[in-house]
């Protein structure tokens, strides 16, 4: 009963005419982001942040999370009329989506992708307003010991999913860990300073993220001239059939869990979610060989997921304050750079924020359909648009995103760095999730493991003799222990290869 | 990924693993009864060149390629040459900044990448950077007023 008062006050903040209106423009920035192959909800996000600083705090998380939701709706436009995943969480729909539009059944593919994504996301809301809250309670027993060891699972596990090898993700996240040094400690110490005024208060997070976002992902889109061919047939009959129900509504509502159980998980559960889902319709339909010669099975199941996996992965962010990908991780910065800590006391102290955000999520997925489907020959137009013409575009906002952070032309120096490193990073195979995760987590995480030393004395045993963060660091040993030891290394390489060779 | 990237990507990562052991140690590291501020990047930084060695090792005992298609570092033979006109254009458009103003540095900036990365003519790189440098002006200067670096040369 008390989560249903506390919806209601959501829906207050929620239906404010600003909160409205941004959430509005975040679910069409979002689609619009996911037409477009080439850049990510991440680097957008990273580049709409310093629009946001005159913004309320709830104004600015409801606008970003929009962004975030609304790519997963665009991404399925391209993956079915171009063949190319606006989105990689979209690749598994071209298999199906694009064989239908080529069968003239483009129409049907991207309603029910829609429909499908409405309800998935809707009911993925509905599962995070009910899990979030007694989580975030049970969070509220933690102590420093137990926030340390949450921060490590986190990174473990997001390093084990993260496309690549497991130790260069480790690695990635101890760079993070770096980077989030660099500054003054709470001891007042001076850290990876080296003189410069500009980093005393540490490595700023715009800059860092525009430039492993923004920059690297148009460097790396540079190398070779993108050409899209949009299909060329005019679409009609938006509107599944009957039958087309019939065959999609189980998909629908399988994906839907799968992708919110696995949307809690940290890592690129989007993607990874709709490829289980369309595995598992592969493997539960009558007639499997009909799977890659356009079955909307293939459209529905996979779409549900990862918008349901959208939902799910709010519940570690506004809970305890984890991010569980990259796009949570820039969540998390803009929950911080509005002064607003994400965590177990999120509820309890920004009601508003909480259920604001929850709330416009309902709102955002009605919007999202109600303006998805008629629009949608202007996002095959957008689709058009030449990336020589769009990529000058993306640094453009990226310098000015940089520099306004702070007015400094320290912050373009950095972002240009970090552009440069992202670069690099894709091209020998070392993922940015991991790092900017731990960029982010790094104060919290030290503070955690020096308050746990403090209180126990300098007994480092305090992490395995509690019995939560026992349980936790045992969690996350055993997935790195599984990584070495168990066929489930084969297994995860497979898995992320395919979805590698898909993405590009 | 290829065997030689990822020696010396391990190798890279050995090193600054070193550089911040070694920076880390002239940070007051205190003890875990009562921790300084060096001690949680020199765990760290150990960490890291650990890791770094298990990486090259594992590298060096590898006898097969990862078949992943991605064993050459850039994607084709034009891709080194246009990573560097972007890089260029980047490193340029951060100098001229501070130099010429926002204006004008944004019409340089749009026109060289449009022109030379986005393969169009003089005519329509000249138009698109001009309307976009007019329009960016228009934005962010006159109504988000974001204030942007003054320009030693005034025009």
Known sequence: MEVFQSILLGFQVALTPLNLSLCLVGCLIGTLIGVLPGIGPAATIALLLPVTFALPPATAIIMLSGIFYGAMYGGSTTAILVNIPGEAAAAITCIDGYQMARQGRAGPALGIAAFGSFIAGTVGVFFLMIVAPPVAEFALKFGPPEIFSIMVFGLTILSYLSSGSLIKAFMMALIGLFIGMVGIDISGVFRFTFGIPDFYDGIGLVPLLMGLFGIAEVLTNLEQPIIRQVFESKIKGLLPNREDWRASIKPIFRGTLIGFLMGVIPGPSNTISSFVSYAMEKRLSKNPERFGKGTIEGVAGPESANNSACAGNFIPVLTLGIPTSAVMAVIVGAFIIHGVTPGPLLIKNNPDIFWGTIASMYIGNIMLLVLNLPLISIWVKVLKIPYGILFPLIFLFCFVGAYANNNSLMELNVMIFFGLVGYLMKKTGFEPAPLVMAYILCPFMEEAFRQSLLKSHGDLTIFISRPISATILIMAFLFIAMNIFTGLKKKRKKLLEKIELENN | ?155
């Not at chain 2, 002239?26 to 650990?50: H, K, N, Q």
């Not at chain 2, 944004?106 to 329509?124: D, M, R």
């Not at chain 2, 007019?134 to 006159?142: E, G, N």
Request: charged share 15%; proline share 6%; glycine share 10%.
């Open chain 2, 1 to 155: 990924m290829s065997k030689k990237i990822d020696l010396i990507s391990s190798l890279i990562l050995f090193f600054l693993g070193l550089v911040i052991f070694l920076k880390s140690l002239t940070y007051p590291i205190g003890s875990f009864r009562s921790p300084g501020g060096g001690l949680f990047p020199l765990l760290g930084s150990l960490c890291l060149i650990t890791l770094s060695i298990i990486m090259g090792i594992q590298t060096f005992l590898r006898t097969e390629e990862l078949k992943s298609g991605k064993d050459h570092f850039f994607s084709s033979k034009e891709a080194p040459k246009r990573i560097f006109l972007g890089f260029l254009a980047l490193v340029g458009f951060r100098y001229l900044l501070p130099i010429v103003g926002f204006g004008p540095a944004t019409f340089l900036f749009i026109f060289y990448l449009t022109k030379f990365l986005g393969n169009y003519n003089w005519k329509i790189s000249s138009i698109f950077a001009g309307s976009t440098a007019i329009c960016a002006y228009y934005l962010f200067q006159v109504w988000l007023r974001i204030p942007m670096p003054p320009a030693i040369l005034k025009f």
